[in-house]
Each structure stands twice: as C-alpha cells, then as structure tokens.
C-alpha cells in the first residue's frame, strides 16, 4: 500500500509505483547494485571486517557529479538486480555470517517498505546487526517515520545549504528546504550519537569545488543546530567523473582555513578527510563483482548466486 501514492521522499510524486515510476524511476520491485562488504566508511561503522553494504538501484535525487550513476539513474542508467523482500532478508543474514561489523542500506529511500520488511523476516531469523541508514538527506518524514525504527546509526549527507549550491551540484534547489526537516527528524528522535554503542548520526558534508563559502555556511549551522546531537564527517575529496577533471581542488590554506573553522566553531566531535590522501580517489563500477578497489571490498558470495542466475 506504501507504493501506490507514493511520498517517500520530498519529490512527493504520489504515482502508483505498481505501474508506473517517479523521480527515482523506479517501480515497487527492490532492484539492487551490490552487496558485501566495505571497509571505506567511517571507522566505527566499517569495524575489523568491513561494513555490511547493500547498495539500491535508483535515486531521488539526480545529482550532476554523482559518483554512483551507473546506478543512481543520475544519467538513465538503471545497472542493477531485482530481488525479492525474502531475498533481501537472505542477504542480511548472509552479511552477518560474512563477519560485517553493521548492515550499511545505501540510498535506500525509495524502497523504505521493503526494507522495513526484509528487516522484520531477518530479525526474525536470527539478524542482530546495528543497522546504518546511508543517505542523501532526502527523505520525506513520512518516509523516516516508517524506516526510523530500524535504525540504530544515520549516516547521511547534508550536501549543502545553499539553493545556488543545490541547483548546481544536486539539480533541484529543492534540496534545500527538504534537507532540515530530515535533520529535524533524525535529531528529535535520536538526540545524542554514541558511536561506541553504535547509536545516533554521522552527518556528512562533502567540500565541492569553488563552493567553500557554502561549506562555511552549512558549518555554521551544523554547530548552532546539531553539533550536540550529530557527529560531523567532513569530506575534502571531490571526486571529478571522468571526462571532468577541470575542477579548482581544494588547496591546502583552504582546507587550513576549515580546519580553523572547526576549532572556532567548537566542533570537535567527528572526523575530516586530509586532502592529501589520494589512495581513495576512484569512481566505482557496479558491474564488476567488486566495484573498489580490491582492499577495500569483499562481495557478498549470495549476492553473486544471485547476480548469476
Ligand atoms: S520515492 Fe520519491 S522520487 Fe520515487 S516515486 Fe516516491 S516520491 Fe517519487
């Protein structure tokens, strides 16, 4: 019932998702781009083996840099698998018996009622794992009040504050407006992040290029409204597609000029990428069986029985 006037995130597209598809392009059957294990997200949520990752086909939004459009739809693609609720589950369990530290659900909005199943028959079955909710920020509460329960970590995006910023970089200044009442949501119900106990929310800010007056706004925000709440990821590597690599990177004084920030700021809960650090600068490909670099993944051997079938 949840599909077929659907407002799961703030595109509100009210389509019947039975027949037909929205914003995101797709239909009420979970389509997915891989499954396994990542150790490149934040330490807590990766652990010793790596983080549990399932990866959706699909996307909300539409971003113009998006790193996933193979799979995000960002350019028409649509790369993926479609699974079942009852798969889904199977590849939970599976995850946990793989030794994943957390289920990491990555861009999973536009499947929220799936995956509240798939977690119900998974539980059911013996899953324990904390479960991380990895997204862009761009849900509708409507949607968050249905996947909220589920989750013990948000990892999620604020990608900027800025409607200029919104337009350029995510294609909607929409972006904006619906980004706050998702933090609004996350913070009313989850008022404090405790990464030991595997509670509370990493928000993510990624630096863009030749936008650092956007980031500094967001940071004033981030400290006056969540920085009690919220631990902050602050990601310095934008990542160019291929084909546009003319983008002003970030200098050194700039990232200096952040670092300060934070420190005038008063935010010191959380963790900063270092510029220099170019071991992690790739684009992934979906359809390789491991989409990283090979140190970083391991795919989930279900995943494959079912890629293969
Ligand atoms: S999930 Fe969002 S984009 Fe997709 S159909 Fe529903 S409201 Fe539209």
Same mark, same amino acid.
């Given at each position: 019932?949840?599909?077929?006037?659907?407002?799961?995130?703030?595109?509100?597209? /009210?389509?019947?998702?039975?027949?037909?598809?929205?914003?995101c !392009?797709?239909k009420?059957r979970?389509?997915?781009?891989w499954?396994?294990?990542?150790?490149?997200?934040?330490?807590?949520?990766?652990g010793?083996?790596?983080?549990?990752?399932?990866?959706?086909?699909g996307?909300?939004?539409?971003?113009?840099?998006?790193?996933?459009?193979?799979?995000?739809?960002?350019?028409?693609?649509?790369?993926g698998?479609?699974i079942?609720? $009852?798969?889904?589950? !199977?590849?939970?369990?599976?995850?946990?018996?793989?030794?994943?530290?957390?289920?990491?659900?990555?861009?999973?909005?536009?499947?929220?009622?799936?995956?509240?199943?798939?977690?119900d028959?998974?539980?059911?079955?013996?899953?324990?794992?904390p479960?991380?909710?990895n997204?862009?920020?761009?849900e509708?509460?409507?949607?968050?009040?249905?996947i909220?329960?589920y989750i013990?970590?948000?990892?999620?995006d604020?990608?900027?504050l800025?409607?200029?910023t919104a337009? !350029?970089?995510c294609r909607t200044?929409r972006?904006?407006?619906?980004?706050?009442?998702?933090?609004?949501?996350?913070?009313? /119900?989850?008022?404090s992040?405790?990464?030991?106990?595997?509670?509370?929310?990493?928000?993510?800010?990624?630096?863009?290029p030749?936008e650092?007056?956007a980031?500094?706004?967001?940071?004033?925000?981030?400290?006056?409204?969540?920085k009690?709440?919220?631990?902050?990821?602050?990601?310095?590597?934008?990542?160019?597609?291929?084909?546009?690599?003319?983008?002003?990177?970030?200098?050194?004084?700039?990232?200096?000029?952040?670092?300060?920030?934070?420190?005038?700021?008063g935010?010191?809960d959380g963790?900063?990428?270092d510029p220099? $650090?170019? $071991?992690?600068?790739w684009?992934?490909d979906?359809?390789?069986?491991?989409p990283?670099?090979a140190?970083?993944?391991?795919? $989930?051997?279900?995943?494959?029985?079912?890629?293969? !079938?």
């Amino acid at each position: 019932m949840f599909y077929e006037d659907c407002i799961l995130c703030p595109n509100l597209c /009210h389509v019947d998702r039975r027949n037909e598809t929205g914003v995101c !392009r797709q239909k009420d059957r979970v389509r997915i781009a891989w499954s396994g294990l990542h150790r490149g997200e934040e330490p807590p949520v990766t652990g010793e083996r790596g983080s549990g990752m399932i990866f959706f086909t699909g996307c909300p939004l539409h971003c113009q840099f998006c790193q996933n459009r193979q799979i995000s739809g960002s350019d028409g693609e649509n790369y993926g698998i479609d699974i079942t609720v $009852d798969e889904m589950a !199977r590849l939970m369990l599976s995850l946990q018996d793989m030794g994943a530290a957390t289920l990491n659900l990555v861009t999973g909005t536009h499947f929220i009622p799936s995956i509240a199943a798939a977690l119900d028959e998974a539980k059911g079955k013996g899953f324990s794992l904390p479960v991380v909710w990895n997204s862009s920020g761009y849900e509708s509460v409507y949607g968050l009040e249905l996947i909220d329960p589920y989750i013990d970590v948000y990892l999620v995006d604020c990608k900027t504050l800025d409607k200029g910023t919104a337009s !350029r970089f995510c294609r909607t200044p929409r972006y904006v407006d619906a980004v706050i009442p998702c933090l609004d949501f996350i913070k009313s /119900h989850h008022p404090s992040t405790d990464l030991d106990a595997m509670k509370g929310t990493i928000l993510r800010h990624l630096v863009f290029p030749g936008e650092l007056g956007a980031t500094v706004s967001f940071l004033r925000v981030f400290a006056e409204r969540y920085k009690d709440a919220f631990f902050l990821s602050l990601m310095t590597q934008f990542v160019p597609p291929l084909g546009n690599l003319d983008f002003k990177m970030l200098s050194e004084d700039e990232y200096d000029s952040l670092v300060y920030l934070l420190e005038d700021l008063g935010i010191d809960d959380g963790f900063i990428q270092d510029p220099s $650090d170019d $071991d992690v600068l790739w684009i992934p490909d979906f359809t390789r069986d491991v989409p990283f670099p090979a140190s970083f993944a391991d795919p $989930d051997p279900y995943f494959l029985s079912l890629k293969r !079938r």
